[in-house]
């Protein structure tokens, strides 16, 4: 199936810790991005990628990073600088030149 | 600075009464208006794409329409399962996408 996977579901960081959330799609699009959803709110920008090996910053970087080796991956990691990690986090992805955004279906960190 | 605002926050309706949700958007140099439908614990899931003031796009319950300031999801008769988050955002010549904080639409059977 042709899609965008995104791993894991649900993710427990300690305080201090680094955590990474898996993006993966098979669609061959070249854009990714990742979004921040706090309870009731809309999707924040934390970074996005539009080829391989480029990036750039969203509204809401501090305290993430992001890699982008491969097409078809762009792992977000939570360091211990984002003083807030709780959310909901959505990893996307569009064709070039496209305009549609298509999501993953998102994965859950919690600060313990 | 690219801004979105939808209202209302939530909407309650009764199966069968139909409604209107409201996405105001101010973009410099629109690429597109989208509106996605968000379930809880989920992804958003893609329903239309805008481009220009006048265009209309249709899928089962849901119309969406385009002025140059703002745009409407339109529902006619909804049913319970139409419940859901509805999500409105506008790409501009930043190429990221911008969204509003969502309108929580809960349908009464």
């Known amino acids: 199936d042709g899609g965008i996977t995104q791993s894991p579901k649900y993710l427990f960081r300690k305080e201090g810790q680094n955590v990474t959330l898996s993006c993966e799609q098979n669609l061959n699009h070249d854009a990714m991005y990742w979004y921040r959803q706090d309870p009731g709110q809309g999707l924040r920008l934390i970074y996005y990628s539009q080829i391989v090996n480029d990036f750039q910053k969203g509204d809401i970087a501090e305290g993430y990073s992001v890699s982008r080796e491969k097409k078809e991956s762009f792992p977000l990691t939570v360091t211990s600088a984002q003083k807030n990690p709780t959310a909901f986090y959505l990893c996307a992805c569009t064709q070039a030149g496209g305009n549609t955004i298509y999501f993953g279906e998102g994965s859950w960190l919690t600060v313990v | 600075e690219d801004q979105v605002t939808q209202s209302p926050e939530a909407l309650r309706l009764q199966e069968g009464e139909s409604s209107s949700l409201n996405c105001s958007y101010t973009?410099?140099?629109?690429?597109?208006l989208f509106w996605y439908r968000q379930d809880p614990g989920k992804g958003p899931e893609f329903l239309f794409t805008l481009y220009s003031a006048g265009e209309e796009k249709e899928k089962e319950r849901l119309k969406a329409t385009l002025t140059k300031k703002e745009s409407f999801l339109h529902i006619t008769a909804p049913k319970p399962e139409d419940s859901a988050t509805y999500l409105c955002a506008v790409r501009g010549g930043a190429q990221k996408l911008v969204f509003g904080q969502g309108t929580r639409l809960t349908i009464n059977p």
């Open positions: 973009v410099s140099g629109l690429r597109g």
